[in-house]
């Protein structure tokens, strides 16, 4: 071979790491409660760096799922073929209990060491954490029919990845999914028209179109649909009791700008039947607990990225040189680096611990309730708008090498938007803050106790926490109080950060934290974090190897 395709300065591939060689996960899930599964968060982040799980992370990107409408005879099927490694990755997922596990455990930090799974291995290949999380998600609001949950929460909750069109009820395991948004509605779900009839055996008749039904391979899914009551939440499966197929008519699959493993498919129902879930006419009320349960893991996948692109970024910077040096060596390059990996950690501890706040929740503590209410809403908001910047900024330290699909960088990129979207683009998740502030204003107690732990830590901390009770004071008008709503979900969100990484984070990144996003010590793009910021500890910890 010619002496010029000799290779050189270019990064070795990036296999055989572990995802859960992060530090401030590891510490949240000890100091959480959740220390008891960190053996098996290792096992988990070990298994997704491992080349095996990359490839099919690639695969399975690179082959998206085709539509089958029909058989080779005429029949209509409605199936969706993925590739193998698909399956690989769900089975994975399923059996380390990322879907729906700490429904049938008892043990407090279930929802931690739950949590701390879907990051690491979210990590690994994203777009099947669609269908994982909608399962996970589905349970709570299947208990307002605790008929149906009696029945189908234990084959839910089961580790076992049972793929294939048969009776839900026959099958060892199961994948639910949910049909809410319609064209004319989209995140206005009270608009939706499609509607349910009473069958007269318990079931209803479903008729209508839907315009984003996510993960339509599952077997159950959570549909809305208007009754004579008005909104109401269905239970619907793919296959009938008698085995024969349900009336959902699958139109065709999304061409999506990036989640592109996964399916999401438009789909009308004939006649379609199911199963009341809660109570006739209240079926927002009953589906919101599935919202705030995926916006939990909107907020973990947008963390997770990040710390993905974090990754890829210094494994890039520390073998290829510029300059006469290694780029990791640089100084602009190491503010570019550490400012992602503040943005990285700050991110890490505010998912860790909205995921500690369900736990406690669920205990009966009404205050953490209350916090992860108010937090989830202004943490959905402001850290799943950073994850497309964090990814754009990422990606760029690569350089070109970045911009081809064979560094993985494009494909974190496309992931990115979808987070910020899904379960409520940024004005909804805003609206929601202060929808919560109206109805819940035990949040905002909540909210400031848990900063207020902090306080005397941190001048700039405290100066930003003021600024909020300012904020808050000019929001007693309500159309000024909309033109407000995303600088206060940002600002709620920037000091909650705040507080967690003063009382808990490593000192040099709680410190580049309040000197650059509350102190206003920083420009406008990653890479400007002030002179005086400790880059070299920053750095140390984001290129940890045990923690």
């Given at each position: 071979?010619?002496?010029?395709?000799?290779?050189?300065?270019?990064?070795?591939?990036?296999?055989?790491?572990t995802?859960?060689?992060?530090?401030?996960?590891?510490e949240?899930?000890?100091?959480?409660?959740?220390?008891?599964?960190?053996?098996?968060?290792?096992?988990?982040?070990?298994?997704?760096?491992?080349?095996?799980?990359q490839?099919?992370?690639?695969?399975?990107?690179?082959?998206?799922?085709?539509?089958?409408?029909?058989?080779?005879?005429?029949?209509?099927?409605?199936?969706?073929?993925?590739?193998?490694?698909?399956?690989?990755?769900?089975?994975?997922?399923?059996?380390?209990?990322?879907?729906a596990?700490?429904?049938?455990?008892?043990?407090?930090?279930?929802?931690?060491?739950?949590?701390?799974?879907?990051?690491?291995w979210?990590?690994a290949?994203?777009?099947?954490?669609?269908?994982?999380?909608?399962?996970?998600?589905?349970?709570?609001?299947?208990?307002?029919?605790?008929?149906?949950?009696a029945?189908?929460?234990?084959?839910?909750?089961?580790?076992?990845?049972?793929?294939?069109?048969?009776?839900?009820?026959?099958k060892?395991?199961?994948?639910?999914?949910?049909?809410?948004?319609?064209?004319?509605?989209?995140?206005?779900?009270?608009?939706?028209?499609?509607?349910?009839?009473?069958?007269?055996?318990?079931s209803?008749?479903?008729?209508?179109?839907?315009?984003?039904?996510?993960?339509?391979?599952?077997?159950?899914?959570?549909?809305?649909?208007?009754?004579?009551?008005?909104l109401?939440?269905?239970?619907?499966?793919?296959?009938?009791?008698?085995?024969?197929?349900?009336?959902?008519?699958l139109?065709?699959?999304?061409?999506?700008?990036?989640?592109?493993?996964?399916a999401?498919?438009?789909?009308?129902?004939?006649?379609?039947?199911?199963?009341?879930?809660?109570?006739?006419?209240?079926g927002?009320?009953?589906?919101?607990?599935?919202?705030?349960?995926?916006?939990l893991?909107?907020?973990?996948?947008?963390?997770?990225g990040?710390?993905?692109?974090?990754?890829?970024?210094?494994?890039?910077a520390?073998?290829?040189?510029?300059?006469?040096?290694?780029?990791?060596?640089?100084?602009?390059m190491?503010?570019?680096?550490?400012?992602?990996?503040?943005?990285?950690?700050?991110a890490?501890?505010?998912?860790?611990?909205?995921?500690?706040?369900?736990?406690?929740?669920?205990?009966?503590?009404?205050?953490?309730?209350?916090?992860?209410?108010?937090?989830?809403?202004?943490?959905?908001?402001?850290?799943?708008?950073?994850?497309?910047?964090h990814?754009?900024?990422?990606?760029?330290?690569?350089?070109g090498n970045?911009y081809?699909?064979?560094?993985?960088?494009?494909?974190?990129?496309?992931?990115?938007?979808?987070l910020?979207?899904?379960?409520?683009s940024?004005?909804?998740?805003?609206?929601?803050v202060?929808?919560?502030?109206?109805?819940?204003?035990?949040?905002?107690?909540?909210?400031?106790?848990?900063?207020?732990?902090?306080?005397?830590?941190?001048?700039?901390?405290?100066?930003?926490?003021?600024?909020?009770?300012?904020?808050?004071?000019?929001?007693?008008?309500?159309?000024?109080a909309?033109?407000l709503?995303?600088?206060?979900?940002?600002?709620?969100?920037?000091?909650?950060?705040?507080s967690?990484?003063?009382r808990?984070?490593?000192?040099?990144?709680?410190?580049?934290?309040?000197?650059?996003?509350?102190?206003?010590?920083?420009?406008?793009?990653f890479?400007?974090?002030?002179?005086?910021?400790?880059?070299?500890?920053?750095?140390?910890?984001?290129?940890?190897?045990?923690?």
């Open positions: 071979m010619s002496a010029t395709h000799e290779v050189f300065n270019q990064a070795p591939p990036l296999t055989g790491f995802t859960a060689d992060d530090p401030a996960l590891l949240a899930l000890r100091r959480e409660g959740g220390g008891w599964g960190e053996a098996e968060v290792r096992a988990l982040g070990a298994r997704a760096g491992s080349e095996q799980v490839e099919w992370a690639r695969t399975a990107e690179a082959n998206p799922p085709v539509l089958r409408t029909h058989d080779r005879y005429g029949h209509r099927i409605d199936e969706v073929e993925f590739h193998p490694s698909w399956h690989e990755l769900m089975t994975a997922a399923v059996e380390s209990g990322q879907h596990a700490p429904w049938a455990e008892a043990r407090p930090g279930a929802h931690l060491v739950r949590a701390a799974k879907f990051y690491v979210a990590q290949e994203p777009g099947h954490g669609c269908p994982v999380s909608m399962t996970y998600a589905a349970v709570p609001a299947l208990r307002a029919q605790p008929e149906l949950a029945v189908y929460e234990p084959l839910l909750a089961s580790r076992t990845y049972d793929y294939g069109l048969r009776p839900p009820l026959g060892q395991g199961l994948i639910a999914g949910m049909s809410m948004t319609e064209k004319q509605g989209g995140s206005d779900v009270r608009a939706n028209t499609t509607t349910a009839v009473p069958a007269g055996d318990g209803y008749t479903i008729t209508g179109h839907k315009w984003f039904t996510s993960a339509p391979m599952s077997d159950v899914f959570l549909v809305l649909a208007q009754t004579a009551e008005g109401t939440c269905f239970l619907m499966p793919r296959v009938l009791p008698d085995g024969t197929r349900n009336a959902m008519r139109q065709r699959l999304k061409d999506k700008l990036g989640n592109r493993s996964n999401s498919a438009e789909i009308e129902y004939e006649q379609a039947v199911a199963w009341p879930v809660g109570e006739p006419g209240r927002v009320r009953t589906i919101v607990e599935m919202v705030n349960m995926t916006r893991d909107c907020v973990l996948g947008s963390a997770a990040m710390r993905a692109g974090l990754r890829q970024a210094v494994h890039h520390a073998h290829r040189r510029a300059f006469g040096a290694e780029l990791i060596d640089q100084p602009l190491r503010n570019v680096l550490a400012d992602l990996a503040v943005e990285s950690e700050a890490t501890l505010l998912a860790m611990r909205l995921a500690a706040a369900i736990d406690r929740s669920m205990a009966g503590d009404t205050g953490e309730a209350a916090l992860r209410r108010l937090a989830l809403a202004a943490g959905k908001y402001w850290v799943c708008k950073r994850g497309s910047t990814a754009a900024e990422a990606l760029e330290c690569l350089g970045g081809v699909e064979e560094s993985g960088m494009p494909r974190l990129y496309r992931e990115a938007p979808l910020s979207i899904w379960e409520g940024g004005n909804v998740a805003a609206l929601d202060l929808r919560a502030l109206q109805k819940e204003p035990a949040g905002l107690d909540a909210w400031f106790a848990e900063v207020d732990a902090a306080a005397g830590a941190d001048a700039r901390l405290d100066a930003a926490a003021a600024r909020v009770r300012t904020l808050l004071a000019e929001l007693s008008d309500p159309a000024r909309q033109l709503a995303r600088r206060l979900a940002e600002q709620l969100t920037l000091v909650l950060q705040g967690l990484l003063v808990h984070g490593d000192p040099a990144v709680a410190d580049a934290f309040c000197a650059s996003r509350l102190g206003a010590d920083w420009g406008n793009a890479g400007t974090l002030p002179a005086g910021a400790d880059l070299g500890s920053i750095l140390d910890r984001a290129s940890a190897k045990e923690a």
